[in-house]
C-alpha cells in the first residue's frame, strides 16, 4: 500500500489520530509548496536564532517568523535569542523606542529591503548598545526620520557605549536628526565598515574614546564631520580610517577637545576619497589649547588620499602635533575659491613627501608655521618631492614665521607666482626651485619673467616647433629670462635653481 505525502508526513510527526493528523500535515505541506514558490528566501525560526517580521508581512513570512508584531518585537526576540542572532525580514519597522543591543548578539535584516523608520517624536536613539560586547548591526536602512523629531539633540541613530568589538556593517543611515553613529567610551577595536550615511544633520561617524576602531569603506555626507576621531582626558590608541568616501561640510577629523589631557597615538588615515567639501578642511588634526589643553596627536599617517573639488584647507594641523607623515596625497582644489594644499602647525617632527597639489586657489600650496600671531610653531619638518602645478596660487612652499629647522628639500613647482617664500629660522634648504611654461618666437630677443624670484642656475630651452632653435640671447637674472627663437615658433623654457 502506497502512503499520500500527507499520512507520511503525519508519521513523521508522530500523530495518533489519522484524519487530525493528515489535515495538520496537508497545511505545513502546502506551506513549503508556498515558500519553495517564493524561492525559499526566509530562514525559519530555530535554536539561537529569532526571526521578526511585522504585521504587514505575507501569512507565508508570518508563519515563518518567531514574532510578527513589528518593532515592537525586536527587543524581545533579542532578549530570547541570548547569544545568538535576530534576522529581520524585508518590510517596514517602526521604531518606538531604542532597540537594545545585547552581548555577542547580531541583529540583521535582509540589506536595504529592511527598514526601520523613527516613530514621529522618537526623540532618542534607534539602535544603543550599553557595555555589550561583540554586538553586531548590520544589513539594514535605518531612517531616522529627522523632519519629525521635537528634540533631536545628542540622540543618534546608532549609539554603541563601551561595547568592545563591537561591529555596525552595511547599513544604509538616513536623515539622522543629530549624529548617525555614534561609538563611546572604550568601544575598543569596534569596526563601522561598508555603511551609506546621508542627511545626518550632525557628524556621519563620531567615535570617542575608544582605540582601534577601524572606519572603513564607508560612504558618508554630513552636515558637520564626516568622520571624527575623538579624545578628552582618556587616550586614543591607534585607530583606521581607510577607503571611505566622504562628502559635505567638513571630511575628516582627528581632535583632542579643548581643556583636555588626552593623547591620541598611532592613526592611519589612508586611501580616502574626500570631494567637495565646502567649509573649514577636508582632513584636519586639532588639539584645542584655548582653555590649556594638554593633550597630543602623536604619530599620524595621512598616506594616499584624493581630495577633490576642496573649496577650503585639503589637510590642516593645528597645535600639538608630533610625528606626522603627509605622504603620496592628491589634491585638487576649485581654481579661485579659497583653498589651499597642506598647511601644518604645532607640528614636531614631520614629513610631507611625495604629495601632488592642483589647482588650489589663491593660498598656499604647501605652508609649515604660524597659522595666527604666534601660535602654532613647527619645528623639524622636511618637506621633499612633491609636485606643485597650480596657476594663479600665490605661494608654492610658504615657510613661514614659527618654522624651525625645516628641511627643504627638492620639489616641482610650476606656475605658480612665488614657488618658495622663507621667513623662518635656520631653513635647511637644498631645493629645486623651477618653473616652465611656453612661448612663440618672435625673431628678435624676448623678456620672460621666471617667477623664481633669485637667478636660476639652469635654463633648459627645447623645441616644438622643428626650426624655432631657441637659444638664450643673454644671460638670466633675479626676474627674467631672455631668449631668442624663430619668428611664430614654438619652444618650451624651463628655469630653476638648485
Known amino acids: 500500500m502506497v502512503q499520500s505525502i500527507e499520512a507520511s508526513l503525519a508519521q513523521l510527526l508522530g500523530y495518533t489520530s489519522q484524519q487530525s493528523a493528515e489535515a495538520s500535515a496537508a497545511e505545513l505541506l502546502a506551506l513549503v509548496q508556498q515558500f519553495n514558490a517564493a524561492g525559499g528566501v526566509l530562514p525559519f525560526g530555530r535554536s539561537a536564532t529569532k526571526v521578526v517580521t511585522h504585521p504587514a508581512a505575507s501569512a507565508l513570512r508570518q508563519a515563518q517568523a518567531d514574532y510578527v508584531l513589528g518593532g515592537p518585537d525586536i527587543n524581545a526576540a533579542i532578549a530570547a535569542a541570548g547569544a545568538g542572532k535576530v534576522e529581520l525580514t524585508e518590510g517596514d519597522f517602526d521604531i518606538a523606542s531604542p532597540v537594545l543591543g545585547a552581548a555577542t548578539t547580531t541583529l540583521k535584516g535582509q540589506g536595504w529591503a529592511t527598514v526601520l523608520t523613527a516613530i514621529a517624536n522618537l526623540n532618542d536613539y534607534m539602535i544603543h548598545g550599553s557595555a555589550v560586547a561583540d554586538f553586531f548591526v548590520s544589513a539594514m536602512k535605518l531612517d531616522g526620520n529627522k523632519a519629525n523629531q521635537s528634540s ?34 572604550g568601544s575598543d577595536e569596534a569596526r563601522v565598515e561598508r555603511n551609506r550615511i546621508t542627511g545626518a544633520t550632525s557628524d556621519g561617524i563620531k567615535v570617542i574614546g575608544s582605540s582601534g576602531v577601524h572606519i572603513i569603506r564607508n560612504y558618508v555626507e554630513a552636515a558637520d564631520d564626516a568622520i571624527a576621531l575623538t579624545a578628552s582626558n582618556s587616550d586614543v590608541l591607534g585607530g583606521l580610517i581607510q577607503r571611505n568616501t566622504v562628502k559635505g561640510a567638513r571630511g ?28 573649514t578642511y577636508s582632513i584636519v588634526l586639532l588639539v584645542t589649547t584655548s582653555t590649556g589643553a594638554t593633550g597630543k596627536i602623536v604619530g599620524t599617517t595621512i598616506m594616499g588620499n584624493r581630495i577633490y573639488n576642496t573649496k577650503s584647507t585639503a589637510i590642516q594641523t593645528f597645535e600639538n602635533v608630533e610625528i606626522l607623515n603627509v605622504i603620496a596625497n592628491i589634491i585638487r582644489g576649485h581654481s579661485g575659491d579659497n583653498a589651499g594644499g597642506i598647511s601644518l602647525s604645532g607640528v614636531i617632527d614631520g614629513l610631507v613627501e611625495l604629495n601632488q597639489i592642483y589647482d588650489i586657489g589663491i593660498y598656499q600650496a604647501i605652508n609649515v608655521g604660524y597659522y595666527t600671531g604666534t601660535t602654532g610653531p613647527c619645528a623639524d619638518v622636511r618637506v621633499a618631492d612633491n609636485l606643485v602645478d597650480s596657476l594663479g596660487t600665490a605661494k608654492g612652499i610658504n615657510i613661514a614665521n614659527g618654522a624651525v629647522d625645516t628641511d627643504l628639500g627638492p620639489n616641482t613647482l610650476k606656475n605658480v607666482t612665488t614657488p618658495i617664500s622663507d621667513a623662518g629660522t ?19 630677443q624676448q623678456t620672460i619673467a621666471h617667477g623664481l624670484a633669485e637667478t636660476p642656475t639652469r635654463v633648459y630651452l627645447s623645441n616644438i616647433e622643428a626650426a624655432a632653435n631657441a637659444y638664450q640671447s643673454a644671460p638670466a637674472d633675479a626676474t627674467n629670462i631672455y631668449i631668442l627663437a624663430g619668428s611664430g615658433l614654438d619652444y618650451v623654457w624651463k628655469a630653476e635653481v638648485v
Open 252 to 279: 575628516i577629523k582627528l581632535n583632542v577637545v579643548d581643556n583636555t589631557s588626552g593623547y591620541i597615538y598611532d592613526v592611519e588615515i589612508s586611501g580616502n576619497r574626500v570631494f567637495d567639501v565646502t567649509n
Open 426 to 444: 635656520r631653513t635647511r634648504r637644498a631645493a629645486r626651485k623651477e618653473n616652465s611654461g611656453t612661448s612663440s618666437g618672435t625673431g628678435a
Open 152 to 185: 533631536p539633540a545628542n540622540k543618534y541613530v546608532v549609539f554603541l557605549d563601551n561595547c568592545d568589538r563591537a561591529r555596525v556593517e552595511d547599513l544604509w543611515v538616513a536623515d539622522a536628526c543629530h549624529m548617525a553613529v555614534r561609538v563611546d567610551n
